[in-house]
C-alpha cells in the first residue's frame, strides 16, 4: 500500500505541562487508549513517556510524547526537558481558576527554559463540567491565546472533546 511521506529522523519531543490535577495524565490517557477513569490516577511522580504518529494534510508527522509532574517539587527536574523539546501542550483546568491564573508564570518558565521557536498549544482541559462548576470563561482562555500569539482550544479528557485536534494542531505546526 502507498505510504505518505515520513521523515522516520525527526522524533518531536512534546510535552504536557500545567499544574498539578489539570488533567495531563487523563489527557494522554484518553488519546491513548480512548479510556478515561475519574479520579484513578495516582499523581505523575516525574515522567512518562509515549510515541504517536499523526498524519496531517498526507504527511506522517512522529511524536515522542512526555508527561510531566504538575507538583511544584517535580518542576526543578522538569525543567531539564524544556530546553530540547519541539513543542509544548500547556493545559489549565476550566473549573479551576488558580490553574489559569498560573498560566503566565508557565509561560514565564518556558520562556526561560525552552527554545525560542518551540510550538505552544494552550488548552483549557475539563469543558465536559456543568456551567456552575466553571470558574475560567472560554472568551477568557482565547484572549490569553492571543495576547501570547499561541492557539487555544477547550478539551475534555472525559469526552475526548478536541483531544485528537490538540495534537493534530501540534503536529501541523511541526511538519
Ligand atoms: P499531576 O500528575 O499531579 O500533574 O496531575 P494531572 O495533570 O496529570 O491530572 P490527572 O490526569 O491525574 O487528573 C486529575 C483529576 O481530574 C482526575 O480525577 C481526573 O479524573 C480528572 N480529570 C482529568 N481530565 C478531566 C476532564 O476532562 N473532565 C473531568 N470531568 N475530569 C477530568
Same mark, same amino acid.
Given at each position: 500500500?502507498?505510504?505518505?511521506?515520513?521523515?522516520? &529522523?525527526?522524533?518531536?519531543?512534546?510535552?504536557? $505541562? @500545567?499544574? !498539578?490535577?489539570?488533567?495531563?495524565? !487523563?489527557? $494522554?490517557?484518553?488519546?491513548?487508549? =480512548?479510556?478515561?477513569?475519574? =479520579?484513578?490516577? !495516582? *499523581?505523575?511522580?516525574?515522567?512518562?513517556?509515549?510515541?504517536?504518529? %499523526?498524519?496531517?494534510?498526507? &504527511?506522517?508527522?512522529? $511524536?515522542?510524547?512526555?508527561?510531566?509532574? =504538575?507538583?511544584?517539587?517535580?518542576?526543578?527536574? &522538569?525543567? *531539564?526537558?524544556?530546553?530540547?523539546?519541539?513543542?509544548?501542550?500547556?493545559?489549565?483546568? %476550566?473549573?479551576?481558576?488558580?490553574?489559569?491564573?498560573?498560566?503566565?508564570?508557565? $509561560? =514565564?518558565?518556558?520562556?526561560?527554559? *525552552?527554545?525560542?521557536?518551540? %510550538?505552544?498549544?494552550?488548552?483549557?482541559?475539563? /469543558?465536559?463540567?456543568?456551567?456552575?462548576?466553571?470558574? %475560567?470563561?472560554?472568551?477568557? @482562555?482565547?484572549?490569553? @491565546?492571543?495576547?501570547?500569539?499561541?492557539?487555544?482550544?477547550?478539551? !475534555? /479528557?472525559? &469526552?475526548?472533546?478536541?483531544?485528537?485536534? /490538540?495534537?493534530?494542531?501540534?503536529?501541523?505546526?511541526?511538519?
Amino acid at each position: 500500500a502507498h505510504q505518505p511521506p515520513f521523515d522516520d &529522523t525527526i522524533n518531536h519531543k512534546t510535552i504536557l $505541562l @500545567g499544574d !498539578s490535577g489539570v488533567g495531563k495524565t !487523563s489527557f $494522554l490517557v484518553k488519546y491513548n487508549t =480512548g479510556e478515561f477513569r475519574l =479520579g484513578s490516577f !495516582s *499523581a505523575t511522580v516525574g515522567i512518562a513517556l509515549t510515541n504517536k504518529v %499523526v498524519v496531517v494534510d498526507g &504527511t506522517r508527522v512522529k $511524536l515522542q510524547i512526555w508527561d510531566t509532574a =504538575g507538583q511544584e517539587r517535580f518542576r526543578s527536574v &522538569t525543567h *531539564a526537558y524544556y530546553r530540547d523539546a519541539h513543542a509544548l501542550l500547556l493545559l489549565y483546568d %476550566v473549573t479551576n481558576k488558580t490553574t489559569f491564573d498560573n498560566i503566565r508564570a508557565w $509561560l =514565564g518558565e518556558i520562556r526561560e527554559y *525552552a527554545q525560542e521557536d518551540v %510550538v505552544i498549544v494552550l488548552i483549557g482541559n475539563k /469543558a465536559d463540567c456543568s456551567s456552575s462548576e466553571r470558574q %475560567v470563561k472560554r472568551e477568557d @482562555g482565547e484572549r490569553l @491565546g492571543r495576547e501570547h500569539n499561541v492557539p487555544f482550544m477547550e478539551t !475534555s /479528557a472525559k &469526552t475526548g472533546l478536541n483531544v485528537e485536534l /490538540a495534537f493534530t494542531a501540534v503536529a501541523r505546526q511541526l511538519k
